[in-house]
């Protein structure tokens, strides 16, 4: 987190004696902030009206599409303004800013602005400095803010921390703490690394050698190397062997899936710690982050750590979990990270109760000192001080570990989201600017992956309400009911956990009466409440705001503008601005018109009469259209029963939103509480600022909205929508493929290696990364040979006598379950021949030795349990040969889950008795390796039992598709000549966004459904499925094997599962999905191609592309 106190505390107190603020003029630390916006935009557009500085705060290169010649440093002045300025950046509140600023006395303002809206400087009075202070703002770096760490000395003190305070005595006869060793975040002199192909052979043969040494099983890092070449990009775009890697800013490297890239990655890894550089590994979860730091230092010059999030029970859990005991034995036999995960707290050994603190309760920086003769009530707003055994924790051995650690093992939320604890670093910051400054070289493993967490962690969505299972509100208001019935209420001791219930059961009511308003206005003439809400999505501001313009008497068609003036009439004005208290605190606004919606926002939440409850509304409506809230203007609503019955809508919605946002800042405090941190997905939690500031905003400005969507066949049944939340601030991918230079001001950053088999995708919106493929690893002839013997097969599996295709995509619930085990009972229908085996069993005989192992794949581990229940309950001799994949965390423990099997010991089926594996599809689809004892892929063939696609209204789809969209915003679009030149700046930052805007509305009103897509987006949605599937089939290729693929789901050829003797359509690209396969891969494998990618995308897919062009039709 950077500060800016100094200077701002300077600027403050040169105008504390010239300057007292009255009505709307604006503090002193406010006009600071205006006028450095326009110091900014002087020093790098000078001559530029002043309406164009958002456009220089957003992210995006409009200054250089519209300045000509900005300053070599623009891209400094730019950032730091972005991390001091943030709050300006949107054009409504830009203008409100200029508004004010130009209201002050010109005696202590920098500026004026000219008839064409230009800032020019003034001579100053006051705070005469003021121009190097912004100067030294804008272009160097910007400090952090302190850590003010203090530790607790002896003494009585209570733990916030705990739900009560519970007390907790220091005594003075502790250890005397080590000297603390601290991080040395001094920004690294970085150069560009290279290293020869012969150096990471020996790096690798020096691995084998210590392994042998050890005792521990070979891992055959020379071989494994070797078979392997590296090639790079020519002049020509082919690619030549080449002797040297040479990582120089940022490389993107791609192999085929299962060539090898993660043996590169751990080589690469050592060999750098071995010369004395930093490393930072990116990997999916904390798991492989504890197993990859433990085998990473088994080797000389070699100390790895994890960064650890701080949900240290979860940690300990799982790692227990994926580490069970051998039979007769009550710890592993080679156990690995228990160390770092930790639960106990010393402190709590020092305290006089019986009853230990729970884990989450440790006082670790949550100490505040207690006075006896001070008043009890307000405690915690004391110091907090930290725990004098911090140092010598157990619990914070991880953290301590990175201080002296050569390289860090870390996930995308634990770079984004954990900070650096205070009594290791001086500065707070988060790990991601940590290991920023500190890394020569960070190694992003799947990278296409990693773009796709980041992209969801700054664009989250989350169904509120509605018939899915996904739906938040209904399912956190169970799970927290249950939680505090199985514990006597006890957590509502927490005030904490008192507001969030209260904010929850409002939220909810709220909620209901937003269904029930819905549903009263299906029976009405035009539908003038559901015909009001925008389809794409809608806020409390944006409903006040039609309401508004409406009283206001200025009307427009849908979707235009009302006409010139409504913005600055005064009565519109008026009701905006009591409006907006209302939506800042919808039950305690007050105000004329914001305290009697306030009123009628406590009866909607209290009053069970709907009859009385629009009476109000229509009477408190009637009542303040005979007033004149301005000097001879009314409130003038066109309509009164459609303003009454839209006013009734909106006022429920933001209640809804402020008990939500409420729900969401507490929630990690209550999740803590009472222990239920996977209760809200990870990622509709809100990005910290001080990183999101570092990204551009979203295209068309950063959106927090709901949205309401029906499905027409349930709509015809009588049931309502889902109601859903989204939150959109920023572009995630940015701080992947902008890694090298997320801080300008701090110098050049760290040295980039991207590796994925899929990162290049065409134009696929979740996995493509914008950054040119510059090195291919490929395997040898001979591997590659065998894996383009693999094969893909159209096996649609039928009901009853080959009569009706069984179509599982597109169904929902138990139609789609249904078809599940229809399909499971066609797959395991007896056949003809000796024994009369059915068609699993045919496919395993048919499949080599070592290799007879079969996965069926589906849409979620609980379709997974429903296809395993269906093969027991069929084969019930096929007990103990089946297994099911569950979660990592899933807690069934019972004595009949034999067949279970978590994610993380999935590699244990490649050699357990178990022939058949049922497991989701995205759970396999990366990063395990199921291998046999041979050590090459132990399954040998898949059937998709479904076809992989995202849901129609699927928001996580538009905005990859909106981020991928942002990133080409950041080339080059020089403005056209024809605007004036004082305002290209804003006409730039305008047309951006007035078109990201409707690229925005067209995708949300798209419905992502396969055949109906134009070409375009079907291509995009092919490239991303093609990922998909070959992720997992990749599975199936390790060591160099050929795999078996078959599709069983008829939505994969509809016009094919439907075609009878006489009917002659056959499916294409418009209609099926792997026809749309082969439909993008096809231009790159023409005879006569001249696509500069073709050479990397059969590098990357010649035996996808074999294997989608020979597909048979069973």
């Known amino acids: 987190m950077r500060q800016t106190n100094t200077i701002r505390n300077r600027f403050t107190r040169a105008l504390r004696s010239h300057y007292t603020p009255t ?109 190097a202070w912004y100067e030294q703002l804008l272009t160097e770096p910007l400090p952090f803010a302190a850590t003010g760490v203090r530790f607790a000395a002896p003494g009585q003190y209570r733990m916030s921390s705990t739900a009560r305070g519970q007390g907790v005595t220091v005594p003075d006869n502790l250890p005397p703490a080590p000297a603390p ?129 701080q949900n240290r029970t979860r940690h300990a859990e799982r790692l227990h979990r994926l580490q069970p005991p051998a039979p007769g034995r009550l710890v592993p036999s080679e156990p690995y990270g228990f160390e770092l995960v930790s639960t106990a707290c010393p402190l709590d050994a020092v305290r006089d109760k019986a009853t230990p603190l729970e884990v989450r309760e440790a006082p670790c920086q949550h100490l505040i000192e207690t006075d006896p003769d001070a008043p009890v009530d307000g405690w915690r707003d004391g110091t907090r001080r930290t725990c004098p055994l911090w140092h010598r924790c157990q619990r914070h051995e991880a953290a301590r570990r990175l201080v002296t650690a050569n390289v860090w093992i870390a996930t995308p939320w634990s770079l984004v989201h954990t900070p650096v604890p ?128 409406d009283w206001a008497g200025y009307t427009a068609a849908k979707g235009r503008r009302p006409d010139p003036g409504w913005d600055n009439d005064p009565l519109y004005k008026l009701l905006r601005e009591q409006f907006n208290a209302f939506i800042d605190d919808p039950t305690g606004a007050a105000g004329e018109v914001a305290g009697g919606l306030a009123t009628l926002a406590e009866a909607q939440l209290s009053d069970t009469e709907e009859e009385r409850r629009e009476d109000a509304v229509r ?111 920023g572009v995630g991918r940015a701080l992947l493929v902008g890694l090298p230079d997320l801080f300008p001001a701090d110098g050049p950053g760290p040295n980039v290696l991207l590796l994925s088999g899929t990162s290049w995708a065409g134009t696929s919106p979740r996995y493509h990364i914008d950054v040119p493929v510059e090195a291919i690893l490929r395997p040898s002839p001979q591997k590659l040979a065998a894996i383009s013997e693999t094969t893909f097969t159209l096996d649609i599996q039928h009901q009853g006598e080959r009569s009706t295709p069984i179509w599982v ?113 995205l759970a396999v689809e990366r990063g395990h390796n199921i291998l ?61 966004r007035r078109v990201a805007q409707r690229q925005w509305r067209r995708l949300l009103h798209a419905m992502v459904a396969y055949s109906q897509l134009g070409t375009d987006e079907r291509q995009r949605v092919a490239w991303t499925q093609l990922v998909t599937i070959w992720q997992v089939v990749g599975r199936l290729l390790r060591g160099g094997q050929a795999a078996k693929v078959y599709f069983c789901d008829a939505a994969f050829a509809p016009l094919t599962a439907r075609r009878s003797d006489t009917d002659t359509d056959l499916d294409d690209a418009s209609t099926s999905l792997l026809h749309g396969m082969r439909e993008v891969l096809t231009p790159y494998f023409e005879p006569n191609g001249v696509n500069t990618d073709r050479h990397l995308v059969q590098a990357l897919y010649q035996p996808l592309y074999r294997a989608l062009t020979n597909m048979g039709d069973r």
């Open 181 to 309: 060793a601290l991080h040395d975040l001094a920004v690294r002199t970085r150069a560009p690394i290279e290293v020869t192909w012969q150096e990471l052979v020996k790096t690798a043969r020096g691995m084998d050698a210590a392994d042998l040494e050890a005792g521990r099983s070979s891992h055959r890092w020379e071989e494994r190397l070797q078979d392997v070449t590296l090639q790079i990009r020519l002049a020509d775009h082919t690619f030549g062997d080449a002797a040297t890697l040479c990582i120089d800013r940022i490389l993107h490297m791609v192999g085929m899936v299962s060539v090898g890239k993660s043996t590169l990655v751990t080589i690469l890894t050592t060999w750098a710690a071995q010369h004395d550089l930093r490393i930072t590994i990116v990997v999916g979860d904390n798991s492989a982050a504890l197993r990859m730091a433990h085998e990473l230092s088994r080797y000389d010059g070699v100390v790895a750590a994890p960064v650890m999030g």
């Open 619 to 729: 009477q408190w409506l009637t009542e303040l259209s005979d007033q004149e809230l301005v000097e001879g203007r009314k409130v003038a609503p066109a309509e009164l029963d459609r303003n009454v019955w839209r006013l009734e809508l909106a006022i429920a919605v933001a209640v809804m939103a402020h008990r939500l946002n409420l729900m969401l800042a507490i929630w990690p405090e209550v999740a803590a509480e009472l222990d239920m941190f996977d209760t809200l997905p990870a990622e509709v939690r809100r990005p910290p600022s001080d990183l999101a500031v570092v990204v551009p905003e979203s295209p068309m400005g950063n959106v927090l909205g709901f949205q309401y969507v029906e499905d027409e066949t349930n709509r015809r049944d009588g049931q309502m929508g889902e109601f859903r939340f989204f939150r959109y601030t």
């Open 422 to 549: 205070g009594p290791l670093s001086h500065e707070q910051m988060r790990y991601l600017e940590a290991a920023w400054r500190r890394s020569d070289l960070f190694l992003v493993d799947e990278a296409d992956q990693v773009q796709a967490n980041l992209d969801e962690m700054f664009a989250s969505a989350q169904v509120l309400l509605g018939p899915s299972q996904e739906a938040w509100i209904d399912e956190i208001g169970a799970r927290v009911a249950e939680k505090l019935r199985a514990t006597g209420r006890a957590p509502v001791r927490s005030r904490q956990i008192r507001r969030f219930t209260t904010a929850l059961n409002q939220a909810r009511s709220a909620a209901d009466i937003i269904y029930q308003l819905l549903q009263r206005d299906r029976a009405r003439a035009g539908k003038p409440v559901l015909k009001w809400l925008d389809p794409d999505y809608f806020t409390a501001w944006t409903l006040f705001n039609s309401l508004a313009t």
């Open 932 to 992: 046999n004892n041979d050590g090459v892929a132990a399954i040998g063939a898949a059937f998709f039992l479904v076809r992989p696609h995202p849901r129609p209204k699927d928001l996580s789809y538009v905005t990859q598709r909106i981020n991928q969209y942002a990133l080409e915003q950041l080339r080059p679009h020089p403005l056209d000549d024809d605007c004036p030149a004082h305002e290209r700046l804003v006409g730039a930052g305008s047309r951006r």
């Open 809 to 921: 995509s597109g169904r929902y619930g138990e139609e789609r379950a249904s078809a599940l085990r229809q399909i499971v009972a066609a797959l395991t229908q007896p056949g003809a021949g000796p024994g009369r085996p059915n068609r699993l069993e045919r496919e395993r005989a048919a499949l080599p030795p070592g290799r007879q192992k079969v996965m069926l794949l589906v849409g979620s581990y609980a379709e997974a349990r429903t296809v395993t229940n269906e093969l027991l309950r069929r084969k019930s001799s096929w007990e103990g040969q089946v297994r099911c994949l569950i979660g990592d965390d899933e807690l069934e423990t019972g004595w009949d889950d034999g067949h279970l099997l978590r994610r993380g010991d999935v590699a244990d089926f490649g050699t357990d008795d178990a022939w058949l594996l049922v497991a989701p599809i």
């Open 23 to 131: 009505g709307d003029q604006p503090s002193p630390s406010r006009l600071m902030d205006t006028e450095l916006c326009l110091y900014l935009l002087e020093t790098v557009a000078a001559g530029q009206t002043a309406h164009g500085v958002p456009a220089l705060l957003d992210g995006y290169r409009a200054l250089w599409d519209a300045v000509p010649g900005p300053p070599a440093d623009a891209t400094v002045r730019l950032a730091n303004a972005r991390a001091l300025l943030w709050r300006s950046q949107r054009p409504y509140g830009w203008d409100e800013l200029l508004r004010a600023y130009r209201s002050a006395p010109e005696t202590v303002r920098g500026y004026h602005l000219d008839p064409l809206g230009r800032p020019v400087r003034r001579q100053c009075s006051v705070a005469t400095n003021r121009w």
